[in-house]
């Protein structure tokens, strides 16, 4: 019945596609960046791979807890959109841009000098430590650009435009998958080879984003210079999401580091199964980001039955999409360790997180379209509430793992476990209709 229902059109279908598909294509390729990295760093060895883990944990670290210059800023500039003020949009846009600049200019400074401290306190072993430190310390000069990518994509998918986006990111891809081949594979750079291909495949798509701003504020008459109450608000503004946040990453650096401490096959395999999964799962919050921006368009121009008809629809497909996605993925199990070259130990270990990976994708398609709704309402600040008790869920879990000293397949049944708690929280806010305020600024 739940199937014929959403197999039979939808007024909200045409609109969903129009975002989520090449948003699908945007998001698939970030993964692919890092699958990249992985399936070329992989050839160099078990102990090179595992420092690439470690290393693009911390990166990710720094990138969620910077999301919200994409979240925020999509939701923020769908809101001015879906009232009618398409300057006020890209007046904020641009100074989620700046936001951005700053912050990676000082996480660059900040985060440089502290690479050794940060790699060690995952608990790796020496030879995954030193490969995981040089990876990093190359990694963090492309942090300005990296984060200034996240605000540039925000504003244009706040726009309603998800085809730039996904043109920038397949061409950002191809260049960094020939880089990191050229500089490890040809030049033998070794691990720090596949750092600076990212870094300069980042350095490029940066430019791009301030260039396509750029011609949009041109044309509206909008200057492209700092506004610092521009800036000071969207600093304030992005505070709950950066709890929320830092919520989740919470939950990924915990992984991580007792992955780590449960040697190097655990580590490399954590490594490989989260790259996947992450594949996985930015496929699905297409239709998630597809909702901050319909959402926030809904209920800028004052239309709650519109934002929720279209909530419901994308749940709906969020279900069956990874319901898809574990049929794929489990007819590719078989195979996906051969693409990584890895080690039998690691081997083993990998097939079988793949199994938990399959079975979380359901109840990722419909927690991942419920924060993205949530998201593009503004509901930040339940948002953070709700993180932290999630947290909490994981944290405990954890603590089980660690204390009897169960392995790598434990540690992702606490994070499905970790899912659950999200996916219950995040309903009962949707039940309610607390979080359908109008207007093209929420109050």
Same mark, same amino acid.
Request: hydrophobic residues 60%; positive net charge.
């Given at each position: ?297 809904? +209920?800028? =121009?004052?239309? %709650?039955?519109? &934002?929720? !008809? /279209?909530?419901?629809?994308?749940? @709906?497909? $969020?279900? *069956? ?66 993180? +932290?008790? =999630?947290?909490? %869920?994981?944290? &405990?879990? !954890? /603590?089980?793992?660690?204390?009897? @000293?169960? $392995?790598? *397949? ?34």
């Amino acid at each position: 019945m739940v199937l014929r229902r959403l197999l039979r059109r939808s007024p909200q279908d045409a609109e969903i596609l129009r975002l989520a598909v090449p948003t699908f294509g945007a998001l698939v390729a970030e993964p692919l960046f890092l699958l990249a990295d992985s399936a070329i760093v992989g050839r160099l060895g078990t102990v090179p791979l595992g420092g690439l883990g470690v290393a693009s944990q911390a990166l990710s670290t720094l990138l969620g807890l910077s999301i919200f210059l994409a979240y925020g800023t999509t939701a923020a500039v769908a809101r001015q959109l879906g009232a009618g003020q398409l300057r006020a949009a890209l007046r904020q846009g641009i100074d989620g841009l700046w936001l951005a600049g700053l912050i990676g200019v000082l996480a660059l400074a900040i985060c440089w000098p502290l690479a050794v401290p940060i790699v060690h306190a995952f608990g790796g072993s020496a030879g995954v430590s030193a490969a995981a430190v040089s990876y990093l310390k190359v990694s963090l000069l492309g942090a300005p650009s990296m984060l200034m990518v996240l605000a540039g994509t925000g504003v244009l998918r706040g726009l309603q435009d998800t085809r730039t986006p996904l043109l920038v990111a397949v061409l950002a891809n191809v260049l960094n998958a020939a880089l990191n081949a050229t500089f490890v594979l040809g030049l033998h750079w070794g691990i720090a080879g596949s750092a600076w291909g990212t870094v300069i495949a980042q350095t490029g798509t940066a430019a791009a984003y301030l260039a396509s701003v750029a011609r949009g504020a041109r044309r509206a008459g909008v200057s492209f210079a700092p506004d610092l109450a521009g800036l000071r608000a969207a600093a304030f503004a992005g505070a709950a999401l950066v709890l929320r946040t830092a919520a989740l990453q919470a939950v990924l650096i915990i992984m991580t580091a007792i992955a780590a401490r449960q040697g190097d096959a655990a580590i490399a395999a954590h490594q490989v199964a989260m790259r996947i999964w992450n594949l996985f799962v930015y496929a699905l919050d297409a239709i998630a980001i597809a909702g901050q921006a319909i959402t926030g368009r809904y +209920l800028g =121009a004052g239309d %709650v039955p519109g &934002a929720r !008809a /279209a909530t419901g629809r994308m749940i @709906g497909w $969020g279900a *069956v999409y990874g319901v898809a996605f574990s049929v794929v993925l489990l007819a590719l199990r078989p195979v996906l360790p051969g693409l990584f070259d890895v080690t039998p130990d690691v081997r083993g270990l990998l097939l079988s997180v793949l199994l938990v990976v399959i079975v979380q994708q359901p109840l990722a398609g419909v927690v991942f379209v419920l924060d993205g709704a949530l998201i593009g309402a503004g509901d930040q600040d339940y948002l953070a509430l709700a993180g +932290l008790a =999630a947290l909490a %869920v994981f944290a &405990a879990a !954890a /603590a089980w793992v660690v204390t009897t @000293g169960s $392995g790598l *397949v434990a540690l992702w049944l606490a994070y499905s476990l970790w899912m659950v708690a999200r996916f219950a929280t995040l309903m009962l806010r949707a039940r309610t209709p607390r979080w359908l305020v109008t207007g093209a600024v929420r109050r």
